[in-house]
C-alpha cells in the first residue's frame, strides 16, 4: 500500500525521483498524468486502468465520461525509472500543476500524488481546516445511499 509523505527536488533537467518506498511499490515503469487540484497523479503501468474507474464500461456517447478520459488519458505519460529512481518530469505536467523546484509525493493507497510543495502547504492548511465538515458530507451521503436502496 501507497502511505506517507516524501519531499523531493526538480532538477534543472526536470528530474525528479520518485521515493524508494513507492518505487518498492510500483516498479520502474510508471504513467503519470494530470490529477484534481492541479496535482498530478502516479500509478503502475499495472494499475493504470484502475485510474479509469468510473468511465470504463459507461457509453461512449455520455460526455461526462469523454471528457474525464480526455482529462486522464489525454494528459498521460509513460516514464521508465532509472537505476536512481529517478525520471523526466515533462514540462506540460510540471505547468499544469504549477511545479517549481521542491515537490511533495503523496501515497494515496493505489497511487501518488505529486505537489508543488508550497501549493501542497496551502492545501493543507485549508483540508485540516475544514476535514470535519467534508468528513460529515461523506456520512450524508453514505446515510442517503443506504436510505435509496
Given amino acids: 500500500m501507497l502511505i506517507g509523505q516524501h519531499d523531493g527536488k526538480i532538477d534543472d533537467k526536470g528530474r ?6 513507492f518505487r518498492e511499490v510500483l516498479g520502474d515503469k510508471l504513467i503519470i498524468t494530470f490529477g484534481y487540484e492541479n496535482s498530478l497523479i502516479i500509478v503502475s503501468q499495472e494499475n493504470w486502468k484502475a485510474l479509469l474507474e468510473g468511465t470504463e464500461g459507461r457509453p461512449f456517447i455520455e460526455s461526462d465520461t469523454r471528457e474525464t478520459q480526455r482529462f486522464l488519458l489525454g494528459g498521460a505519460t509513460s516514464v521508465e525509472l532509472d537505476n536512481k529512481g529517478r525520471f523526466v518530469l515533462p514540462a506540460y505536467l510540471r505547468e499544469f500543476a ?4 521542491n515537490v511533495v509525493f503523496l501515497g494515496l493507497s493505489r497511487y501518488v500524488e505529486i505537489w508543488d510543495k508550497d501549493r501542497w502547504s496551502q492545501y493543507q492548511k485549508n483540508l485540516e481546516k475544514n476535514i470535519d465538515t467534508i468528513s460529515q458530507r461523506l456520512v450524508e451521503k453514505e446515510k442517503r445511499k443506504k436510505s435509496d436502496e
Avoid at 16 to 21: G, I, N, R, Y
Avoid at 98 to 101: F, Y
Fill in 98 to 101: 504549477k511545479i517549481k523546484d
Fill in 16 to 21: 525528479t525521483a520518485l521515493p524508494k518506498k
